[in-house]
């Protein structure tokens, strides 16, 4: 669900700043009688409900961290780095954050006491002085949207609550898909994704070593017809595994089915020396019309592509967390999110396999 944002004209705020610094200035003159100990008062008072600000944002930020931590949505050093990344400030405002520190230590020279105890003092002999500071603060620190950073846009655009586009497609994906193919609780004609590799696995002959269904997620979204375009043929379509039909929203036999793929351990030019490791292997489906739909042109197609790695790494986390709340799906299913460019170069989803292999101990 997209959220349509109310964004104030910056001339308003320019203009609500001018105003209230003279009337901030006007105060401190009103009460000092003195040209340069007004301006240096009124210097301060600003300095320092800045630093307020700049304290609170990046208590904020810190909040947002742990918060993502707990949440489990960091797994490893990029994701962290992507989300330190992603809450960093504008320009505008390390230039803002530099002048106030500075400021500060300047005045603590000049004053030759605690900066605490002098705007102490102001604020004794004038509050007025203070809200008046504290709201020219207020409406600069607006002004250079230091309060802004693409986790908070991303919040702000994509409703909380489980309604952003990523949770909608995992949901459909896992109820509509994988909760229908994946356990074995649909009776005779119906045994599961376990029984298919079971069947597979007696009519060919062969061994699938971890019988689950590895579902790419690849962070750009881009998933094509067949995996070996992808893989630089490392995958190799084999057969399908049995078909699954059931009748479906007016749809009579609907059919479901998988397809095995050969993993070449060693790359297509070393068959005869590497292994062959037979695989229930796909890409999510939502993420293919996922990326058709950022390609097309109607109107939300730009603030899909903007915000794709955060659509997608929730439809990871939100899929993820179905298959740990359905017990007879998540020992039969493998997700495997990964970055499929990093720094300008493909990553090849069959190496990716392979270290997932490799924590079944599958020999390659």
Not at 132 to 158: E, G, K
Not at 340 to 354: E, F, I
């Amino acid at each position: 669900m997209i959220l349509q944002q109310t964004v104030v004209p910056p001339y308003i705020d320019i203009i609500l700043f001018v105003v209230l610094l003279v009337a901030f200035s006007s105060d401190t003159y009103h009460h000092s009688n003195h040209i340069g100990r007004s301006i240096q008062d009124s210097l301060m008072m600003l300095s320092v409900c800045l630093l307020i600000f700049i304290l609170f944002i990046l208590f904020y930020k810190m909040i947002i961290i742990f918060s993502e931590l707990l949440r489990g949505h960091v797994e490893n050093a990029h994701d962290l780095i992507s989300l330190l990344t992603n809450l960093n400030f504008n320009s505008h405002s390390w230039i803002l954050i530099s002048i106030t520190v500075c400021s500060l230590l300047l005045q603590s020279i000049n004053l030759n006491q605690n900066i605490y105890r002098a705007s102490l003092d102001i604020v004794t002999s004038s509050p007025l002085t203070m809200c008046w500071a504290f709201f020219s603060s207020l409406i600069l620190v607006d002004l250079i949207n230091m309060f802004h950073c693409r986790v908070s846009t991303v919040a702000t655009i994509f409703s909380s609550g489980g309604l952003d586009p990523g949770t909608a497609m995992a949901c459909s994906y896992f109820y509509g898909y994988l909760k229908i193919l994946l356990p074995a609780s649909g009776g005779i004609d119906r045994k599961g994704i376990l029984h298919a590799m079971e069947t597979y696995e007696g009519n060919h002959n062969v061994k699938i070593p971890v019988k689950k269904l590895f579902i790419l997620i690849p962070s750009s979204s881009y998933i094509p017809p067949d995996l070996r375009e992808i893989s630089s043929d490392w995958l190799e379509s084999a057969q399908m595994l049995d078909t699954v039909a059931i009748d479906r929203a007016g749809v009579k036999n609907r059919t479901y089915h998988n397809t095995i793929y050969i993993l070449h351990s060693k790359g297509p030019n070393e068959k005869k020396t590497g292994i062959a490791i037979h695989l229930a292997v796909e890409g999510a489906t939502p993420l293919k019309t996922f990326s058709e739909t950022q390609h097309s042109v109607h109107r939300y197609a730009p603030l899909y592509r903007e915000f794709n790695q955060e659509i997608i790494h929730n439809f990871y986390t939100t899929l993820k967390d179905l298959l740990e709340d359905n017990p007879d799906c998540r020992d039969y299913c493998e997700l495997v999110y990964y970055e499929d460019n990093v720094d300008g170069h493909h990553v090849n989803p069959a190496h990716v396999l392979l270290e997932r292999l490799a924590k079944y101990n599958v020999r390659a």
